[in-house]
């Protein structure tokens, strides 16, 4: 079966006790089976076509057999390995061997454990920082209960609801290994940015409610942190300060538990680390007589209103901070960047609107001597080859002049380089299409072609500046 991330046998490897597949009277499967038939459609689903990855289950699992070379080799062969966790798996010597064989394969912090808690069960240490897909319940009396047990009530929306969450995120994990195997680096090195934002953790009378989110958020391609869970408050401040470092908005729920005093604290290490704040309350929150919480839940980064128009904001708010971002990088291209921008005189018109918009954003400039009485055609050569050592990027314009000109321009640039102390960062050549004009047939290391269709500078210009801005920076 083809798998979805190259270079792997299977996708993903499901990790289960058999105690918790048994089918009691009236159920077609196991609680697990149904489990991963489910999350397979599912899958399906959101990748849009059958076959498209390969998951590896043991169906005839038994809890005396040992493991087999076969079963490990599945194993070792696997992107990411789901969990199904239950005091079953714990008592079973085998399922902790496949555990620790993928643990000192790929090491704990990797991103490639899921882990479905089947019922609640004291975790081991190795699993306290996972985050977990809960797929039991307990009621104010203590009383647990496994959701979909003996098998899935089509009403019971808690279990398809978590059944989705595991599958959105299972998918999101395959393409960022996918994509790391490709040689993509995820927000790094400029190729590939996600936008993350920290949702903070929330009293327990709001755990439904920050799901929500954050499932909302995934949906949008928002990466949430934390990705794994504080397992010590020493281990709390440390990662809790690392994760806001990484993150581009601070997002919070409040009730009115103050939750011994946690959401306040992570609030205030939001703002020590200069993060954007959005806080959310309930419209219909009761009144709290504790004044200090009273206080932080009336706040101004705290909106009071339905969490669907509360999730709207969170949108608006990242994509605000993104142009907020770009701005600042433009910003840094100071006048200490000197852009060149070269034109024939009969496209002197449109060199001098880029002008414009250089000056806008407080790049430096220079254009080119044109000649006249008072110039020789040595000193506009002179002042050419200047401005080619001088500059940091070049734009050329092809708008009435001639292909011969541009590839001259062009392969000068070239030439001056074996002369300049560091390359160009960047040139670009502005090109206003027509059917008309030769198809320019040249291209050098660090080369844009900017399609402007209409001869107006801010056509296609800011897409150059940002290029810039990267490169600069």
Not at 214 to 231: A, H, M, T
Not at 322 to 340: G, S, Y
Not at 365 to 375: A, F, M, Q, V
């Amino acid at each position: 079966m083809p798998v979805y991330v190259p270079n792997y046998k299977h996708d993903i490897f499901v990790s289960y006790a058999h105690v918790d597949n048994e089918p009691l009277a009236g159920a077609e499967n196991g609680w697990v089976t149904t489990l991963i038939n489910s999350l397979k459609i599912l899958l399906t689903k959101k990748i849009g076509r059958p076959d498209s990855f390969s998951l590896w289950m043991d169906n005839e699992l038994h809890g005396n057999v040992v493991i087999t070379p076969e079963i490990l080799e599945h194993l070792e062969g696997s992107a990411i390995f789901l969990l199904i966790l239950s005091p079953g798996y714990l008592a079973s010597k085998w399922c902790r061997l496949e555990l620790s064989t993928f643990l000192a394969k790929v090491g704990q912090n990797s991103g490639r454990f899921f882990l479905v808690e089947h019922d609640f069960v004291e975790r081991p240490e190795v699993l306290s920082d996972l985050l977990a897909y809960k797929f039991w319940q307990s009621n104010q009396s203590g009383q647990r209960r496994i959701l979909g047990f003996p098998k899935p009530n089509p009403e019971e929306y808690y279990y398809y609801q978590r059944l989705d969450d595991v599958a959105t995120q299972l998918l999101n994990q395959l393409k960022l290994l996918k994509q790391q195997y490709f040689g993509i680096n995820i927000d790094n090195n400029g190729k590939t940015i996600v936008t993350k934002v920290f949702l903070a953790s929330v009293t327990y009378d709001l755990e439904e409610r920050r799901n929500e989110v954050k499932r909302y958020l995934i949906q949008q391609g928002v990466q949430i942190l934390p990705e794994v869970k504080y397992s010590s408050l020493t281990n709390n401040q440390h990662s809790l300060a690392g994760d806001l470092r990484q993150a581009s908005l601070f997002v919070q729920l409040l009730s009115e538990n103050s939750g011994y005093g946690y959401p306040r604290f992570q609030y205030e290490r939001a703002k020590v680390a200069n993060l954007p704040i959005l806080q959310w309350r309930d419209p219909e929150t009761p009144s709290v007589s504790e004044p200090k919480h009273a206080a932080f839940l009336t706040q101004s980064t705290v909106i009071a209103t339905i969490l669907v128009e509360f999730k709207a904001i969170i949108m608006q708010k990242l994509k605000l901070r993104a142009k907020e971002l770009e701005l600042e990088k433009l910003e840094n291209i100071t006048n200490e960047h000197l852009v060149f921008v070269n034109a024939a005189p009969e496209d002197m018109a449109l060199a001098h609107e880029i002008k414009k918009i250089l000056e806008q954003h407080g790049i430096a400039y220079s254009l080119p001597l044109i000649g006249s009485e008072s110039t020789t055609p040595s000193e506009i050569r002179q002042n050419l080859e200047q401005n080619l050592l001088s500059c940091d990027a070049v734009i050329v314009v092809y708008d009435k002049t001639s292909i011969v000109w541009v590839h001259e321009q062009l392969l000068y640039c070239r030439r001056m380089a074996r002369q300049r102390n560091q390359p160009l960062k960047l040139i670009g050549v502005y090109n206003t299409p027509s059917s008309a004009k030769p198809h320019l047939n040249l291209k050098l290391p660090n080369m844009q072609i900017l399609v402007c269709p209409v001869p107006q500078a801010d056509s296609c210009l800011p897409e150059f500046l940002k290029c810039l801005a990267k490169i600069i920076n």
